[in-house]
């Protein structure tokens, strides 16, 4: 398969903050539509991966290539990069100062001028998928975490990505809200949107990953499809950790 | 096993609310808070009664000097003075100009509260000042020119406060973003700036906006004083708003940054739209006491020849017909000072109210 056919490469990339050498030769092909799953120990550069992508932490060797679109330092480039990924943070990351509706307007209007007109209409219709278009008016700070949570993935989609990236979006949510947020993810895996996860939920990896990737120290350990990866698991080291998340 | 039903909400016993509850709860808690309790009302006792017979029971509000029978304040020389109080040496003929400035100014505050339309509201912010400073300085539309040395009293007070706030305000912006540039330079000339201006007395710089900075210039281009001095506040003003916009800044997270970098908005955009306006609310309360000490400030221009509402007090006095009222005149003054600052105070409340959406 040629490299033009990947929705995303990464070849050979490296990373360093200072002297730690935070990604160690990272290598990943992405096909368009693939949902791929990454998981690891805190620290292992699972998070730092994804934050390449849409250029958020810069790499210092290796290559990235987005939907065809080499990723370099140009401000244009990376804008063009940008508006294709979208990207939902472990902490929501909601702007407190502007209605959930207005958080949605943003990029749209701003970043790709639409008329507000359209661009409402395309914010109610996303608010609507992930149930929450009745607090449209809301601010953010008076919405639980979940619907924090599913506002930042709406925000997203308001500018029709082809690729969404998740930083643990789980992460910091009371146990009761945590269904909620995967049910609008996996709903949204359905749609053959390319997806790339890294998260713990280890039930939304068997249920919707095409393929989980397991990283530690700034390496990619193993790759599996998932019910081979928790079943079978080759190294020692995701044994280890498989046995100490799944424990309890 | 056990279950339990759950309970209606009670209301809370009487014992724990009501003037009285207040009372033994605030200022009779125990021995000691009693005892500070009465100090205070005794305290109270022995200032207040003297003070409101000197300045209203017992002060003379109106006649001739000659005429004053009463023990308290002469407000007479207040009323007599208060036109230089408030327009200095600008032509008494002319009064109706500053007069009509300030009703186009409550006009202005009003019609950014109530007009919606943000064309509108762009034409007015342009058209405002240069509506002012036509009426006030004339020299278009058929009105007289009248020169800043004329400028003085309460108007120039409040118009240097007015000018250095508003002027200072988009540059110690722009100031605090270079200071977190990743440009060196820029961040440099910032930084640089910002540490020196923030070294110096404000006295120190309009000695040189007024003393130094013509020898630059040569002898055909005369600045205008008042203009030297609205500069150089403006510039002092800016690094200290730099300071405070900075303090914003640091508080908002980083996620925020990253949530505007990942939809695509550009720095500016980002600015603007995201970080900006979280920043500058988290800073009002130190903008507005920044911007309330500057109009305390501004009273350091008599310094250089221009005559403010203090210095206008102190001229009077020095008129012979009016020696010895130097009291009422600076407690005048300062009421003025107060009700001005406090004014602004409140004011940076109720947008702070207005501006909070964590409910």
Known sequence: MSEHEFMITMQDVNKWYGDFHVLKDVNLNIKKGEKLVICGPSGSGKSTTIRCLNHLEKFQEGKISINGTDLIEDVKVVRHIRSQVGMVFQHFNLFPHLSVLENLLLAPTWVHNKPRKEAIETAMYYLERVKIADQAHKYPNQLSGGQQQRVAIARCLCINPEIMLFDEPTSALDPEMVSEVLEVMVELAEEGITMICVTHEMGFAKKVADRVIFMDAGQIIEENEPHEFFDNPQSDRLKLFLDQILSH | ?359
Request: hydrophobic share 50%.
């Open chain 2, 1 to 359: 096993m056990a279950t339990y039903t759950m309970k209606e909400a009670k209301p809370a016993p009487s014992t724990s609310k009501g003037l009285l509850f207040w009372l033994r709860e605030n200022l009779f808690s125990d021995i000691k808070n009693s005892l500070l309790t009465l100090v205070g009302l005794y305290f109270l006792y022995t200032i207040i009664p003297p003070l409101l017979n000197w300045m209203i029971f017992d002060a003379t509000w109106s006649g001739t000097k000659d005429e004053v029978v009463k023990e308290g304040a002469r407000w007479i020389f207040i009323v007599e003075k208060f036109d230089q109080f408030i327009y200095g040496f600008y032509p008494e003929s002319l009064h109706w100009r500053p007069n009509l400035v300030a009703l186009i100014c409550i006009a202005f505050l009003l019609s950014m509260k109530f007009v919606k339309n943000i064309n509108i509201k762009i034409a007015l912010i342009l058209l405002f000042p240069v509506v002012c400073f036509v009426l006030i300085s004339g020299g278009g539309f058929g009105l007289e020119v009248v020169e800043t040395e004329k400028w003085g009293g309460l108007m120039l007070t409040v118009l240097v406060a007015a000018v250095g706030i508003i002027a200072s305000f988009p540059i110690g912006i722009i100031l605090a973003l270079g200071r977190q540039s990743h440009m060196p330079i820029v961040k440099t000339l910032c930084v640089g700036f910002i540490e020196f201006v923030r070294g110096v007395p404000l006295i120190t710089i309009l000695f040189m906006a007024s003393v130094v900075l013509p020898l630059f210039f040569s002898d055909g281009i005369d600045f205008d004083k008042l203009l030297r001095a609205l500069i150089g506040i403006t510039l002092f003003q800016a690094a200290y708003i730099a300071e405070v916009v900075r303090g914003g800044l640091q508080a908002i997270p980083r996620g925020q940054y990253e949530a505007s970098e990942s939809l695509g908005l550009s720095y500016w955009q980002g600015m603007i739209l995201v970080i900006l306006p979280q920043a500058l609310k988290i800073s009002i309360p130190n903008l507005v006491g920044s911007f309330i000490s500057l109009f305390k400030d501004t009273t350091l221009v008599l310094i250089i020849g221009l005559f403010d509402i203090l210095a206008m007090v102190t001229l009077t006095n020095s008129d012979t017909n009016w020696l010895g009222y130097e009291v009422e005149g600076y407690v005048f003054v300062t009421m003025i000072y107060w009700v001005i600052c406090f004014t602004m105070s409140q004011y940076s409340k109720s947008i702070e109210r207005k501006f909070n959406t964590e409910h």
